[in-house]
């Protein structure tokens, strides 16, 4: 299965971007799906998680900032981002959980819950 992320861009700080997460190819029943990113000279970190339930989890830095939502039908994750920051530059990679139990929640921030990775979208926040 492989992922494709979308709807990266440059954006000035203040500003809102919305990503697109979706399968290519095979399609997969999903547990639960995951957006990271990765800046320069940084690890690859959790910004934010959606559970089949429908539960949520997000890292401090951006919460009420950003939400994440997805089309269970289409296996699709939707990553909104508002009120951008310089320090939200990064790539950013959807990741997807397969299988056919949930994720405890507190596992959804570790890379290790998720199958299946995106190729990455850049996204640039500029001052």
């Known amino acids: 299965v492989q992922l494709q992320a979308f709807g990266g861009g440059l954006v000035q700080a203040g500003g809102s971007l919305k990503l697109s997460c979706a399968p290519s190819?095979?399609?997969?029943?999903?547990?639960?799906m995951g957006w990271f990113r990765q800046a320069p000279g940084k690890e690859r970190e959790f910004v934010a998680a959606?559970?089949?339930?429908?539960?949520?989890a997000y890292v401090d830095s951006v919460k009420g900032r950003f939400t994440i939502s997805r089309n269970s039908a289409k296996n699709t994750v939707f990553l909104q981002m508002n009120s951008l920051k310089p320090g939200d530059t990064a790539v950013y990679y959807c990741?997807?959980?397969?299988?056919?139990?949930?994720?405890?929640?507190?596992?959804?921030?570790?890379?290790?819950?998720?199958?299946?990775w995106g190729q990455g979208t850049q996204v640039t926040v500029s001052s």
């Open positions: 959606i559970r089949a339930s429908g539960h949520t």
């Open positions: 990741a997807g959980r397969s299988g056919s139990t949930y994720p405890i929640l507190s596992t959804l921030s570790q890379r290790e819950t998720y199958d299946y």
């Open positions: 190819g095979r399609t997969f029943s999903s547990t639960a």
